[in-house]
């Protein structure tokens, strides 16, 4: 039981290039989540899937696209990265649409 | 919608002592507040919770209260130790369906 697990780990863009965060946790979660954290600013969300097939914007959802590829994934794209998505991406899963368990992060940066 | 606030946003403690952080929410249908506490370079972790239902809720050196009449809830750590140290962040939920809203996070410094 890996739980909530995100790839890759680490990457450096340049400014337009696109890449996707891939998230997939093993818990049978009916939601998923992207966050992203910078320094002072906590954890705001990006977007959300409350149950497999549905998706909605967060706080800060200007610049990614999601998919909710099956029950098990959530992936956040990033079509023209810029250097103020540089942060780190935590995805979470949850059960009951409380209780959020987060993956490892990603940390991108953006030049 | 949902605003939390947290403070302080940094707050230093001699091991030993206790360290309370508070919050605060908006929404009156907030019903899930949950603490989760993020070491260096690691991921937020759950450390406790408690559901509107509740006041309090304690487990070993830790706990939290919630006051529902005046939108806070806090966290109190006791004879805190230097592995104590970390990032604490509240949230708070209005309605499942939607989303944990965090608060900026408190930086809790111990030192021995």
């Known amino acids: 039981n890996a739980g909530v697990t995100q790839t890759p780990k680490f990457q450096v863009l340049k400014t337009g290039q696109s890449m996707t965060l891939q998230c997939a946790q093993d818990m049978n979660h009916n939601s998923m989540y992207w966050y992203r954290q910078d320094p002072g600013m906590g954890l705001r969300l990006i977007y959300y899937?409350?149950?497999?097939?549905?998706?909605d914007k967060g706080e800060v959802p200007n610049g990614y696209n999601v998919s909710r590829l099956n029950k098990r994934e959530f992936s956040l794209r990033l079509e023209s990265a810029a250097p103020s998505q540089t942060s780190v991406y935590f995805c979470?899963?949850?059960?009951?649409?409380?209780?959020?368990?987060f993956g490892p992060g990603t940390r991108l940066l953006v030049l | 919608g949902e605003n939390v606030e947290q403070h302080p946003s940094t707050l230093s403690v001699q091991e030993g002592d206790s360290a309370v952080i508070k919050c605060t929410y908006s929404?009156?249908?907030?019903?899930?507040f949950p603490w989760y506490k993020q070491e260096l370079g690691k991921r937020p972790q759950l450390i406790i919770d408690i559901r509107s239902n509740v006041g309090e809720k304690k487990d070993q050196r830790i706990a939290v209260t919630l006051n529902k009449t005046a939108k806070h809830f806090s966290l109190h750590i006791t004879e805190t130790q230097p592995e104590d140290s970390a990032v604490y962040f509240c949230?708070?939920?209005?309605?499942?369906?939607?989303?944990?809203?965090f608060g900026k996070g408190t930086t809790l410094s111990v030192s021995s």
């Open positions: 949230a708070a939920i209005a309605q499942a369906g939607t989303a944990l809203i």
């Open positions: 899937s409350a149950s497999e097939g549905t998706t």
């Open positions: 929404d009156s249908a907030s019903n899930y």
């Open positions: 979470a899963s949850s059960v009951d649409g409380a209780t959020q368990y």
